[in-house]
């Protein structure tokens, strides 16, 4: 069965043809406004992709040999690298915090990319390669976990922070940090769900020699065109209602098979789900969790410092109130939307969401999606804290006259924003929309009639059920 032509709102579970033409077209789900990835003919050269690609490994490679920021106090000299910060967490006893930067600093990066070129340069040269699934698959799983970003701002604060009692100096590796950073933004912005689609016509065709030199990106935003047709509440459907599910990894409408529980993509071999199982009772778990861990990550020190005139334990809050009587109030800002705000964010607005799907509600849902993706976005920057103090505890080494090590709140901060991630990621955003109605929104202002103008020509009308069933059969 034929479904290429049908693609599926992965948040709000819409249905939509795809435009016949797409060059250059970038769009967003008129109803929730999440945007489409996987959209064939959106051009990014997969030359381009492949270069940017494989500087970032090269440079990731310099980024990790050479040391990110030196120190110079009372004679006494320190440096710290990516792995000295995982090496002093792990002798100071805090292996778990060392594996969890070795992970989202190191490791994840490190298998995305190499894992992209893997798939990459042979679909380049229009061949699948062996595991292709897998590969593709995996670039999809350690993405959201891959936090570089948030370590070059990590080492950023650290500089500002270290810069009143010693003399600091960048080290070349923080400015190949930086340049990573860049080019790992530019990575993210290529979406690997739209190689399933070249491949597959590579098998299909199976012309060994047919070059693919236009992919899709993932970056999607509003296509407003003027002369867009309508679509009105009335008109549209959802993949539910018309028997069909959207694979959440590939993206290809398939016909749902009720007998069959563990069904799998045809495509991509991806367990389909209609929703997710359990997304609500999962979240709702992982939620309390995390809210658990958030009072030990407050109350406990996070950092205890010992030098020659005593030893001192530092909590966050009490960082961020050091920070602000000292004058550096725009560190202190820094630090406490990071590692306060964005927590308590995060389970505010997941327990909302949670609470609400749980009762069938349709209480703003537009609204309610948009603060989902908020909360999927800001995810990995409660690290910060995390990553601030491995640096910290590498930097400040000097033998007997100062020494600081990791206190347990690393640990419980560490696992309130692994356990709010999860949450996050268990949770499907489907339940939001279920008992909203079929359509996007009546269009009454101006602007409301642009955001309802169906960006991919037009949702799939009930009309339509007609030539669905004649699809389907
Ligand atoms: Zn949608
Ligand atoms: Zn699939």
Known sequence: MDYQRL???????LLFRKPA???RHRAACSRCGAGFAALPGCALSLDWICAVTLAALIVFCIAQSFPLIEMHANGMTSEATLFGAVRSLWFGDMRVVAVMVLCSAVLFPLIELLALLYVLVPL??????PHFNAMVRLVQIVRPWGMVEVFMLGVLVTIVKMVSIAQVIPGPGLFALGTLTVMLGVVASFDPSGLWAISEEIRR????HVRWSKVSTGRQRF??????RKASSSTAITARRAGLVGCHACGLVQTRSERDAHQRCTRCQHVLHERRPDSLTRTASLLLAAAIAYIPAN?????HASSVGGSEDDTILGGVAY???SGDWPLAVVVFIASVLVPVLKLVVLTLLTVAASRGSGWRARE???LYRLVERIGPWSMLDVFVVALTVTLVHFGSLAVITAGPAALAFGAVVILTMLASHQFDPRLIWDNVGPGPRAASTANDKALAAPLLKNPISEKDDASFQSIQT
């Open 368 to 370: 309610r999606a948009t």
């Open 299 to 303: 109350l406990l020190p996070i950092m």
């Open 124 to 129: 380049r040269l229009g061949i699948r390669p």
């Open 205 to 208: 065709s199976r012309m060994a």
């Open 21 to 23: 033409d797409v060059k």
């Open 323 to 325: 920070f602000w009587t």
């Open 7 to 13: 693609i599926v709102c992965h948040e709000c579970d």
């Open 223 to 228: 296509m407003r065109p003027s002369g867009a």
